[in-house]
């Protein structure tokens, strides 16, 4: 437990090319989600979570094989980014966009009916895929687990939003 030493890491940015399915979380979405007294952004990386948890059962492929981003710099607002995580893209992502709508109505039935109160790990939160962390804690605190009655809400506000 006795620090030895700190530095400055010097490492290049890493850059995969790859194919992603993507999403823009509508100003309007985000307005709503604020008026109803959450924090948007808990309700889009839940949504994050749940779209990362659903896919391997649609795409037949490993947690591991995918990954996902919240970011705003693409598309000047936040966005959900969900990619494969292999040169160039296997086709996993592709299937998710080519299935949205079943895919989102996994994210809703895994987050509605999980017996939690206000989220956990088995729905709105992200899946350790590195149990070390949570064995050991010099290694960190693992995710934080994001709002479920805002990641319910914004679903059910997606729902509307691609019917409408
Ligand atoms: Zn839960």
Redesign the pocket.
């Known amino acids: 437990m006795e620090l030895i030493g700190q530095a400055q890491l010097d490492l290049p940015a890493q850059t995969l090319a790859t194919s992603a399915v993507w999403w823009a979380v509508p100003q309007e979405l985000r307005d709503r989600l604020q008026q109803a007294g959450h924090n948007p952004i808990e309700g889009i990386i839940g949504v994050r979570n749940l779209m990362l948890s659903a896919l391997p059962a649609i795409a037949m492929c490993d947690r591991r094989d995918i990954s996902g981003q919240v970011d705003s710099s693409n598309l000047g607002q936040p966005a959900i980014f969900v990619y494969d995580r292999y040169p160039g893209g296997v086709g996993y992502a592709q299937r998710g966009y080519q299935l949205m709508d079943h895919w989102l109505s996994m994210c809703r039935r895994i987050?509605a009916t999980?017996?939690?109160e206000s989220?956990?790990?088995?729905?709105?939160?992200l899946a350790n895929l590195r149990p070390p962390l949570h064995q050991d804690p010099d290694l960190g605190a693992g995710y934080a687990v994001p709002d479920?009655a805002a990641t319910m809400l914004l679903l059910d506000l997606l729902e509307k939003h691609r019917e409408g």
């Open positions: 987050v999980c017996p939690c989220g956990c790990p088995s729905c709105v939160g479920k």
